[in-house]
């Protein structure tokens, strides 16, 4: 199969501007996974979707890395009824993240002096903003999550907020019973992140020949509202 056959490479970019989305990418998706350890080695608490996957993997006994793979596998099936398709982006999301993060977990040692972990956990919560600013502003798709949020919100009619605070409650809760990891740094990163990522996300945004075409009106078209993480088009 061709990398052209998932939607989001079919491009009429620019050679150095398509490389540039791409590079743009995976360097987003190894900073997702190395703010992930950050977070977690932090000990005060991650964000919802990793209290999840810190719950079954103190029930299963697999790797943070392999449960972030399946679980983005897991969400990406649900994607099928509501009808949302992923592109390449997405794609590399749920195989790149896991693997990432637990390289980074494996480069950063345990037990910290406080200090230490509350330094970790607030430049994760950076990183990931930064990360976050990087893979979403190369439009190749949303991560998995992301798309099963957005594809609620479209198909549902309900507001982004109701989606998305739904959608963290019940992995949160069933982390947290799981055995997962819920403190200061749940609550930091729910607080912290959807700012940041308002900043980061037209940060980084990668100018399209579309956007060159008619200046202003694809590249709205195309980037999410900080706050919600959806489009003008999907609102």
Known sequence: MSLRTFRGL????????????????????????????????????????DVLTQGIAKQTGLGFGLITIITSGVVLLLWIPIRQKPGFGTVMNALLVGPFADLSLWMIPTGLDLWARIV???????????????????????????????????????????????????????????????????????????????????????RRRADAAAPGSARDRELPHPATGVTPAQA
């Open 10 to 49: 079919r491009t009429a970019d620019p050679a150095p501007v398509f490389a540039r989305r791409l590079v743009q990418l995976v360097v987003g998706l190894y900073l997702y996974g190395l703010g992930i350890a950050l977070i977690v080695r932090g000990e005060l608490g991650v964000a919802p979707w």
């Open 120 to 206: 970790m956990l607030l430049g994760g919560i950076v990183v990931l903003a930064v990360a976050t600013g990087l893979y979403i502003g190369a439009h190749f798709g949303p991560g998995p999550r992301d798309g099963l949020m957005t594809g609620l919100h479209r198909r549902t009619g309900w507001r982004i907020w109701v989606v998305r605070t739904g959608i963290e409650v019940t992995v949160l809760v069933t982390g947290f019973l799981l055995g997962g990891n819920v403190g200061i740094g749940t609550l930091a990163f729910a607080l912290l992140i959807g700012p940041l990522c308002g900043y980061t996300i037209p940060l980084f945004a990668v």
